[in-house]
């Protein structure tokens, strides 16, 4: 009967919304400061941010050509 | 003599209507509760926060290998932990793997169907994974032996019952994790093809995955035509984290390193960054001039760079802390489908409807 589940699919999304509901949160502000300081902590390996000294980026060099 | 049967429907019928009623209230008071609670959290915006950080100079960023060869739009890509491999695959039903530092190809296959939507490179970079259209995701061993017919060693996984969108390994070669058309994703043993847990939560195609660094633990996200972003826990099978802030399908989602936060990019032109912890949106990266929806997007090394390419043919590169746009890159001539960023963050490539690769650094 689709009553029947629709009653089911409703259960589902209340439960689902309880599980939702019950998650730890903490501020925006503590948040922010660890995602900022995990990009500041690793900003020096970033190659695409910061570059790397010639020559050790293999896909800047350039590829040999030969001169016919 | 006992009396008719059909009132006491009529009073079961009342029953269900009533708690059907009592259940949609309830679910819309925890949605406003919920609203509420993120609300409560919401102090301070992350561009605010990191209104003390340097700003980002001028960045020199091109084209540096062309990948030619495929036949049709390429719709999917993913590097080999090698950090200088890659698989792709395309429209014409074509799955190349190629040497990214020499552009030579290395192996091909081609898939019963068009449309490849989906491939993955195996952690241990001897197979790769793909599929599309055909509603399922195989796996082919690479073979080092270049005349070898790789369709001949082909192990079909996974079953959906619509197209497969995308599909990575978990950290080892022994499970993959699919998403569908069907609305579902789905957890497959390679070995024996059986479906180890599958998730159910989208309301629609589910369009993306993407799993969590290692570190932080077995879950993933995904994001669909319903406009939602879920995290799930990939042991229980349950939607623990659910974000609708997208005003339309969302086409790609990425973990940020830290495992802590995941960016969104969606056909409403805009990417997003949803923090985890927070368990909220943290920035929105748009501007009034992209009108394009994002294909795909991927976050530099660090984090602070968040890549993103559009269906207007470009990528736009944004400063994830100050929400800022900090460069435009051209060279594509059609949409780009597919972005990932290099294992160790030396380079990023793009495929293309204009049927190519691209290698930037």
């Given at each position: 009967m689709t009553s029947n589940s629709n009653l089911s699919n409703m259960r589902r999304l209340v439960e689902q919304l309880k599980l939702e509901a019950s998650v730890e949160r903490i501020k925006v502000s503590q948040a922010a400061a660890e995602l900022q300081q995990y990009c500041l902590q690793n900003a020096a390996k970033d190659a695409l941010l910061v570059g790397v000294p010639t020559g050790s980026n293999p896909f800047r060099e350039p590829r040999s050509c030969a001169v016919v | 003599m006992r009396s008719p049967l059909i009132p006491e429907m009529a009073t079961q019928e009342v029953q269900l209507n009533e708690t059907l009623a009592h259940l949609k209230t309830e679910s819309e008071t925890l949605k406003s509760k919920l609203e509420e609670e993120r609300a409560k959290l919401h102090d301070v915006e992350l561009h605010q926060v990191a209104e003390k950080v340097e700003g980002l100079g001028q960045f020199v960023m091109k084209t540096r290998r062309t990948l030619k060869g495929h036949?049709?739009?390429?719709?999917c890509m993913d590097w080999c932990k090698d950090k200088r491999r890659i698989v792709s695959s395309s429209q014409d039903g074509k799955v190349i793997v190629w040497d990214?530092?020499?552009?030579?190809?290395e192996h091909a296959v081609t898939m019963p169907?068009?449309?490849?939507m989906a491939c993955a490179y195996a952690p241990s970079g001897c197979a790769v994974a793909c599929g599309g259209l055909d509603n399922k995701c195989s796996v082919y061993p690479l073979s080092?032996?270049?005349?070898?017919?790789?369709a001949a060693k082909k192990k079909s996984v996974a079953m959906h019952t619509n197209y497969l969108s995308a599909c990575s390994f978990t950290n080892s070669d022994m499970q993959i994790l699919t998403s569908s058309g069907d609305g579902t994703c789905a957890l497959w043993d390679v070995e024996s093809g059986q479906l180890l847990q599958s998730f159910h939560g989208h309301a629609a195609d589910v369009l993306c995955l993407d799993l969590a660094p290692s570190e932080t633990g077995n879950t993933f996200v995904s994001g669909g035509c319903d406009k939602k972003a879920n995290v799930w826990d990939m042991r229980s099978g349950q939607c623990i984290q659910s974000f609708e802030?997208?005003?339309?399908?969302?086409n790609s989602v990425r973990y940020y390193p830290s495992g802590d936060a995941f960016a969104s990019g969606s056909d409403d032109a805009t990417c997003r960054l949803y923090d985890l912890r927070a368990d909220r949106e943290v920035a929105i990266y748009s501007k009034e001039s992209i009108i394009f929806g994002v294909s795909s997007v991927d976050f530099s090394l660090s984090g602070r760079l968040l890549f993103g390419g559009y269906n207007d043919y470009t990528i736009n590169v944004w400063d994830v802390l100050k929400g800022t746009r900090v460069s435009i890159l051209f060279g594509h001539?059609?949409?780009?489908s597919t972005l990932r960023v290099s294992p160790d963050g030396t380079a990023f490539c793009t495929g293309s409807w204009d049927h190519t690769l691209r290698i930037w650094a």
């Amino acid at each position: 009967m689709t009553s029947n589940s629709n009653l089911s699919n409703m259960r589902r999304l209340v439960e689902q919304l309880k599980l939702e509901a019950s998650v730890e949160r903490i501020k925006v502000s503590q948040a922010a400061a660890e995602l900022q300081q995990y990009c500041l902590q690793n900003a020096a390996k970033d190659a695409l941010l910061v570059g790397v000294p010639t020559g050790s980026n293999p896909f800047r060099e350039p590829r040999s050509c030969a001169v016919v | 003599m006992r009396s008719p049967l059909i009132p006491e429907m009529a009073t079961q019928e009342v029953q269900l209507n009533e708690t059907l009623a009592h259940l949609k209230t309830e679910s819309e008071t925890l949605k406003s509760k919920l609203e509420e609670e993120r609300a409560k959290l919401h102090d301070v915006e992350l561009h605010q926060v990191a209104e003390k950080v340097e700003g980002l100079g001028q960045f020199v960023m091109k084209t540096r290998r062309t990948l030619k060869g495929h036949g049709n739009k390429v719709l999917c890509m993913d590097w080999c932990k090698d950090k200088r491999r890659i698989v792709s695959s395309s429209q014409d039903g074509k799955v190349i793997v190629w040497d990214a530092f020499t552009t030579n190809k290395e192996h091909a296959v081609t898939m019963p169907c068009t449309w490849v939507m989906a491939c993955a490179y195996a952690p241990s970079g001897c197979a790769v994974a793909c599929g599309g259209l055909d509603n399922k995701c195989s796996v082919y061993p690479l073979s080092l032996d270049k005349n070898e017919n790789l369709a001949a060693k082909k192990k079909s996984v996974a079953m959906h019952t619509n197209y497969l969108s995308a599909c990575s390994f978990t950290n080892s070669d022994m499970q993959i994790l699919t998403s569908s058309g069907d609305g579902t994703c789905a957890l497959w043993d390679v070995e024996s093809g059986q479906l180890l847990q599958s998730f159910h939560g989208h309301a629609a195609d589910v369009l993306c995955l993407d799993l969590a660094p290692s570190e932080t633990g077995n879950t993933f996200v995904s994001g669909g035509c319903d406009k939602k972003a879920n995290v799930w826990d990939m042991r229980s099978g349950q939607c623990i984290q659910s974000f609708e802030t997208h005003e339309s399908d969302i086409n790609s989602v990425r973990y940020y390193p830290s495992g802590d936060a995941f960016a969104s990019g969606s056909d409403d032109a805009t990417c997003r960054l949803y923090d985890l912890r927070a368990d909220r949106e943290v920035a929105i990266y748009s501007k009034e001039s992209i009108i394009f929806g994002v294909s795909s997007v991927d976050f530099s090394l660090s984090g602070r760079l968040l890549f993103g390419g559009y269906n207007d043919y470009t990528i736009n590169v944004w400063d994830v802390l100050k929400g800022t746009r900090v460069s435009i890159l051209f060279g594509h001539e059609n949409r780009v489908s597919t972005l990932r960023v290099s294992p160790d963050g030396t380079a990023f490539c793009t495929g293309s409807w204009d049927h190519t690769l691209r290698i930037w650094a």
